[in-house]
C-alpha cells in the first residue's frame, strides 16, 4: 500500500557537527596524522601583531585550498558553496553548523598577496613528506623521475613570435672542466697530448619563440603524440615505497626535461637528507652528462634500452676498429694506425677524435670501403662519458631492469594519471610559473596524503 508523508511541524534536535561526520572519512584520517599548527610558525612574518583587523586563521585558509585538491574542486567559488552544505567540510575547518564559509575572494586574495612568494606551499608539501620519511613510508634509495604536461590559462589568440636571445650552451663550464680533466690524465699517462681546441665561448643566438601575451611565463610545448600549445612541465620525483612524491618542480612546457634533473636530484639529497642509491627515468633523461654526474654521486641509473642505429653510409663501421688501449689507438682493416688526435668540443659533449694521416688513407685499398668518394680521412669520436654510460646501460634487459621500468610506469605515470583526473592537474586556473608551482605542489601534497593514510591503515 502506497503511503504519503504529509507536511510535518519541523523538530528541534540537539546534534552537534561531531555526530554528523563518519568516523572513517578521509578528513578524520587527515587531521589525525597532520597537526597543522606548524603553517603558524612559518606564516608568522606575514601578518601584524599589533595592527589591522583580525584575519582568517591561516590553517582555515589552507585546508579550504587542500579540501580542492584532495576532492577535485578547481574553483575556489565552487569550495566555498560546497563547505556551506557539507558537514566533513566545515569540521575540517573548524567551523560549526550555523558559521559562515570563508569568502572565495578572501582566499583568493591571501595566496596571491599575502602568501605568494613566500614559499609557504613548498614547505607544507616538504612537511608531509618528512613526515613519510619519520614514518619510514619513503627512504629515497629507488626514485623515479617523469614530467607531465600542464595546460597554461593562455588562449592561443594571444600566441606570437618573439625574437629572443638565448645562451647556446648551459654546460659549458662543467665540460670545460671535463674536458681539463681528461687533458690531465693523458699527460699524466704520459701519452702523446692531443691537441687543444679552441675553447667554446657562451655566446646568446636570436631564436625565434612562440610566446603568449596572456602568460609569457608558459612556453610552447610540442612534443609527438601530445597536444601543442602553451603548457607548463610538471617534475616529479616519487619514491618506490608507496608512491610518495618526493619532490616537485615546475618549469614552462619548452624546457627539456633533463635540464632540472641533476639540480632537483641534490635538492633531495641536502634538503630531505636522503641518500639516492637508485634512480630511474625515461629516455629523455638519459643524456651523457647525466650518467656521468649521477654515476659520480654513486646512483644506479636506469633508463629504457637504447637502439643502435648504424651511422654514416660506408660500409666499415666502428665495431670494424680495433681498440689498442697500451698504445690509445684504433686499427683500421686495413691494418693502419688511428693516434688520438684531439679533443673535440660540441655543444653537449667532449670526445676524444682518433684520425689516420690523409696520405695513408688515400692510398689505401680499402678506402672505398671505409671512408666513401667524398672523404679524404678516417676520423672516429670517442664520447668521453661513454665507458659510462656503457655501464649504466649494461643492466638493459635484465631482471632488475625490467623491475625498476615496470615500477616507474606504475608510480611516475600512476601518479600523473591520477593527479590529472582526481587532484587539478589537468590545466591551470592561474597564470605565471609560482602559480603553476604551487598548484603542481598542492596536487601532489592531496595525493601523499591519500597515500600516506593507505599506508598507514
Given at each position: 500500500m502506497?503511503?504519503?508523508?504529509e507536511n510535518q511541524?519541523?523538530e528541534?534536535?540537539l546534534?552537534?557537527?561531531?555526530?554528523l561526520v563518519?568516523t572513517?572519512?578521509?578528513l578524520r584520517k587527515?587531521?589525525?596524522?597532520?597537526?597543522?599548527s606548524f603553517?603558524?610558525?612559518e606564516?608568522e612574518s606575514?601578518?601584524?601583531s599589533?595592527?589591522?583587523?583580525?584575519s582568517?586563521?591561516?590553517?582555515?585558509l589552507?585546508?579550504?585550498?587542500l579540501?580542492?585538491f584532495l576532492?577535485?574542486?578547481?574553483?575556489?567559488?565552487?569550495?566555498s558553496e560546497?563547505?556551506?552544505v557539507?558537514?566533513?567540510?566545515?569540521?575540517?575547518l573548524?567551523?560549526?553548523?550555523l558559521?559562515?564559509?570563508?569568502?572565495?575572494?578572501?582566499?583568493?586574495?591571501n595566496?596571491?598577496?599575502r602568501?605568494?612568494g613566500?614559499?609557504?606551499f613548498?614547505s607544507?608539501?616538504?612537511k608531509i613528506?618528512t613526515?613519510?620519511?619519520?614514518?619510514?613510508l619513503?627512504d629515497?634509495?629507488?626514485?623515479?623521475?617523469?614530467?607531465t604536461h600542464i595546460?597554461?590559462?593562455?588562449?592561443?589568440k594571444t600566441?606570437?613570435i618573439?625574437?629572443?636571445?638565448?645562451v647556446?650552451?648551459?654546460?659549458l663550464e662543467e665540460?670545460?672542466?671535463?674536458e681539463e680533466?681528461?687533458r690531465?690524465?693523458?699527460e699524466?699517462?704520459?701519452?702523446s697530448?692531443p691537441?687543444?681546441c679552441r675553447k667554446?665561448?657562451?655566446?646568446?643566438?636570436?631564436?625565434?619563440r612562440?610566446e603568449?601575451?596572456?602568460d609569457?611565463e608558459?612556453g610552447?610545448?610540442k612534443?609527438?603524440?601530445?597536444a601543442e600549445g602553451?603548457?607548463?612541465?610538471?617534475h616529479?620525483?616519487?619514491?618506490?615505497?608507496?608512491g610518495i612524491?618526493?619532490?616537485?618542480a615546475?618549469?614552462?612546457?619548452n624546457?627539456?626535461?633533463s635540464?632540472?634533473?641533476?639540480?632537483?636530484?641534490?635538492?633531495i639529497e641536502?634538503?630531505?637528507?636522503?641518500?639516492?642509491?637508485?634512480?630511474?627515468a625515461?629516455s629523455g633523461y638519459?643524456?651523457n652528462?647525466i650518467?656521468?654526474?649521477l654515476s659520480?654521486?654513486?646512483?644506479?641509473f636506469?633508463?629504457p634500452?637504447?637502439t643502435e642505429?648504424?651511422?654514416g653510409t660506408?660500409?666499415f663501421?666502428?665495431?670494424d676498429?680495433?681498440?689498442?688501449?697500451?698504445k690509445?689507438?684504433?686499427i683500421?682493416p686495413?691494418k693502419k694506425?688511428?693516434?688520438?688526435?684531439?679533443?673535440n668540443?660540441t655543444?653537449?659533449?667532449?670526445t676524444?677524435?682518433?684520425r689516420?694521416?690523409k696520405a695513408?688513407?688515400?692510398?689505401?685499398?680499402?678506402h672505398?670501403?671505409c671512408?666513401g668518394?667524398?672523404?679524404?680521412?678516417?676520423r672516429?669520436q670517442i664520447?668521453?662519458?661513454?665507458?659510462?654510460?656503457k655501464?649504466?646501460h649494461e643492466?638493459?634487459?635484465t631482471?632488475?631492469?625490467?623491475k625498476v621500468?615496470?615500477?616507474?610506469?606504475?608510480?611516475?605515470e600512476g601518479?600523473?594519471?591520477?593527479q590529472?583526473?582526481r587532484?587539478n592537474?589537468?590545466?591551470l586556473?592561474?597564470?605565471g610559473?609560482?602559480?603553476a608551482?604551487?598548484q603542481?605542489?598542492?596536487?601532489?601534497t592531496?595525493?601523499?596524503l591519500k597515500?600516506?593514510?593507505?599506508a598507514m591503515a
Amino acid at each position: 500500500m502506497m503511503t504519503k508523508r504529509e507536511n510535518q511541524q519541523i523538530e528541534m534536535h540537539l546534534i552537534t557537527i561531531e555526530d554528523l561526520v563518519p568516523t572513517d572519512h578521509l578528513l578524520r584520517k587527515v587531521n589525525d596524522i597532520i597537526d597543522f599548527s606548524f603553517i603558524y610558525d612559518e606564516v608568522e612574518s606575514m601578518y601584524c601583531s599589533n595592527n589591522g583587523r583580525p584575519s582568517i586563521d591561516p590553517v582555515v585558509l589552507i585546508k579550504f585550498l587542500l579540501i580542492g585538491f584532495l576532492y577535485g574542486i578547481n574553483s575556489e567559488r565552487r569550495i566555498s558553496e560546497e563547505i556551506q552544505v557539507n558537514m566533513a567540510y566545515r569540521w575540517f575547518l573548524g567551523l560549526d553548523i550555523l558559521d559562515k564559509a570563508p569568502d572565495h575572494s578572501t582566499i583568493s586574495q591571501n595566496r596571491r598577496r599575502r602568501f605568494n612568494g613566500s614559499g609557504l606551499f613548498r614547505s607544507i608539501f616538504q612537511k608531509i613528506v618528512t613526515i613519510c620519511i619519520e614514518k619510514g613510508l619513503a627512504d629515497g634509495k629507488l626514485v623515479f623521475t617523469d614530467s607531465t604536461h600542464i595546460k597554461a590559462n593562455a588562449s592561443w589568440k594571444t600566441e606570437y613570435i618573439k625574437q629572443t636571445e638565448e645562451v647556446t650552451n648551459e654546460y659549458l663550464e662543467e665540460l670545460d672542466q671535463y674536458e681539463e680533466a681528461v687533458r690531465n690524465q693523458l699527460e699524466a699517462e704520459g701519452k702523446s697530448k692531443p691537441v687543444r681546441c679552441r675553447k667554446w665561448k657562451e655566446k646568446a643566438e636570436t631564436n625565434n619563440r612562440r610566446e603568449s601575451k596572456t602568460d609569457p611565463e608558459s612556453g610552447f610545448y610540442k612534443r609527438k603524440g601530445k597536444a601543442e600549445g602553451m603548457h607548463y612541465l610538471s617534475h616529479e620525483t616519487v619514491n618506490s615505497n608507496n608512491g610518495i612524491i618526493i619532490d616537485v618542480a615546475a618549469t614552462a612546457g619548452n624546457v627539456p626535461d633533463s635540464k632540472p634533473y641533476i639540480e632537483r636530484i641534490d635538492y633531495i639529497e641536502k634538503n630531505l637528507g636522503l641518500k639516492i642509491q637508485e634512480a630511474c627515468a625515461d629516455s629523455g633523461y638519459d643524456t651523457n652528462l647525466i650518467n656521468q654526474q649521477l654515476s659520480e654521486r654513486d646512483i644506479d641509473f636506469y633508463t629504457p634500452e637504447r637502439t643502435e642505429q648504424k651511422r654514416g653510409t660506408t660500409e666499415f663501421q666502428r665495431k670494424d676498429f680495433q681498440y689498442d688501449e697500451e698504445k690509445d689507438v684504433f686499427i683500421c682493416p686495413g691494418k693502419k694506425e688511428l693516434p688520438l688526435h684531439r679533443l673535440n668540443r660540441t655543444t653537449n659533449t667532449v670526445t676524444k677524435e682518433y684520425r689516420c694521416p690523409k696520405a695513408m688513407c688515400k692510398e689505401c685499398p680499402l678506402h672505398s670501403r671505409c671512408i666513401g668518394e667524398r672523404g679524404t680521412d678516417k676520423r672516429i669520436q670517442i664520447n668521453i662519458f661513454e665507458e659510462v654510460v656503457k655501464k649504466n646501460h649494461e643492466k638493459d634487459g635484465t631482471e632488475r631492469h625490467a623491475k625498476v621500468l615496470l615500477l616507474r610506469q606504475i608510480w611516475s605515470e600512476g601518479s600523473f594519471a591520477t593527479q590529472k583526473a582526481r587532484h587539478n592537474l589537468k590545466f591551470l586556473y592561474r597564470r605565471g610559473l609560482e602559480a603553476a608551482e604551487q598548484q603542481c605542489l598542492l596536487s601532489s601534497t592531496a595525493l601523499n596524503l591519500k597515500r600516506m593514510i593507505k599506508a598507514m591503515a
